[in-house]
């Protein structure tokens, strides 16, 4: 979960796409950008991606076994954010149970949140691509963590009742298939949480290419827009979403205009981060 990692993409394998959501063509320069990579905007969607962009097997091949020690140091912080995230859009931690739940967290790091959750007596697995922290919290936090990627962990198909992402969606080539693979995952009725940088948020708006969230393993910038259309296109109901954060603590403005702009950024929906929750329904029209 190291948000605002500046690794950068040395010796990766490069390639030109379409568009990662909708598979349009067509594209604009969003930004000009003197950087080893670049960002352009859907003709068609408005969806804001690297392009070109890294092979998957090289994107994947960054998270080495120390990208995630900034999780370890400031988990606290980490943990507290996640929950107050998922209580806005309604979450439920206590659950009445006949029987345990199950909650797969992708990207799960360290296990972190599995902890949290296995403490409130959920059924709790986790899938990161990093080994060493896949080993961490396997045998730190005695949690369940498949090294490896979604498409490689042994689930069952329709046998999780929920699924958690916190800032991955952002990371991954193609969010299609990606959630095409998490709908299949789901029971009928079951449920994601997805929390990612808001393009569409006032920071964003106000920094452009120098926002926090514009570093290179950042392949894609969901505004709320692009976001929601692609889990509505693989037959999700969006029902929630929440914005927060106005302005980070070190953005150089008075404290006063930082604390006007947080308090506003929720109720306004311009914050700089975006949490929504999907529901796979439990009947499709034909």
Known sequence: MKTFSTKPSILERQEVISCPVCKDDKFIDFW????????????????????????????????????????????????????????DVSFDFNPVMERKKKILDIGCATGLFLSHMKELGWETYGVEVCKGAAEYGNRVRGVNIFNGTLNEAPIEKESLDVIHLSHVIEHINNPDDFVKDIYSLLKPGGVIYCTTPNISGFQAKLFKDKWRSVIPDH????????????????????????????????????????????????????????????????????
Request: aromatic share 12%; charged share 25%; glycine share 4%.
């Open 32 to 87: 000009d950008m003197d950087r080893e990579y670049s960002y352009k905007k859907c003709c068609n969607c408005s969806l804001i991606y690297q392009n070109p962009q890294p092979v998957a097997s090289d994107v994947t091949s960054r998270y080495d076994d120390d990208y995630f020690e900034y999780e370890i140091e400031n988990e606290d912080s980490f943990l507290n954010l996640m929950i107050l995230g998922l209580k």
């Open 219 to 286: 392949l894609i910038l969901f505004s709320i827009k692009t976001l929601k259309r692609l889990f509505t296109q693989n037959n999700f109901k969006v029902e929630r979403h929440k914005t927060w954060g106005g302005l980070c603590a070190n953005s150089g403005y008075h404290k006063l205009i930082k604390l006007l702009l947080d308090r506003l950024a929720k109720p306004l929906g311009f914050g700089d981060v975006v949490i929504i929750k999907a529901v796979k329904p439990i009947y499709i029209d034909p």
